[in-house]
């Protein structure tokens, strides 16, 4: 018994050791000062854009490759660059209440990536959970992703429909008889990080 009890033992440690996390991965941290989220809002009536400050984050590389990372955004930031300064702060005071996204209570939202598939050698599609207002939903995008060694650039533009994140303000979906008043559910985003080297 004992004599088969050992070899047991080496397959399963072999196994265990098959699936664990590639020694060759490293986490290369985003030049936050560099990098960038843009967001765009529409109505019938025309859109807004903005921006929202990245305060920390990483990507993951094994060999070269992309495989993972993660970032987290400082909701309290956004602003609206597209109107004049006036304009500006009042949509943004809107926009940073109960109504919208509720800063003061939700100060921060992050993204951590799930999974990474490989399209070629910079393009890559990835699934990942998005957390905002306390709410995380699983999102999915392309992103292309450049680099070698301890240095990168990577750039994603996705679309999240804010409802799914308890945003529900003047959306056409959830309120009926809004006419032109209607905020559209769709958020676009665009990504954009650079490594701090």
């Given at each position: ?25 490293n986490d290369v941290k ?81 993204l951590k990536i799930t ?83």
């Amino acid at each position: 018994m004992k004599n088969l009890f050992i070899p047991v033992l080496l397959v399963a440690a072999f196994l265990i050791s098959s699936f664990t996390i590639s020694p060759h991965t490293n986490d290369v941290k985003v030049n936050t000062k560099n990098s960038k989220l843009i967001w765009t809002g529409s109505k019938p009536t025309g859109s807004h854009t903005g921006t929202i400050d990245i305060v920390s984050g990483f990507l993951t590389f094994d060999h070269g490759n992309f495989v993972g990372g993660t970032f987290s955004i400082d909701m309290q930031s956004l602003a609206t660059n597209d109107m004049s300064e006036e304009s500006n702060k009042k949509l943004d005071r809107h926009l940073k209440n109960e109504d919208f996204f509720d800063v003061e209570k939700f100060s921060d939202a992050n993204l951590k990536i799930t999974k990474v598939f490989k399209i070629d050698d910079r393009n890559y599609s990835v699934l990942a959970d998005l957390t905002m207002k306390g709410i995380t939903n699983p999102i999915s995008f392309e992103a292309e992703v450049t680099g070698s060694g301890n240095s990168f650039v990577a750039a994603a533009k996705f679309t999240i429909d804010r409802t799914k994140w308890g945003v529900e303000y003047k959306s056409g979906n959830i309120f009926k008889n809004l006419g032109d008043k209607i905020i559209y559910d769709d958020i676009e985003l665009d990504v954009f990080l650079i490594s701090n080297k």
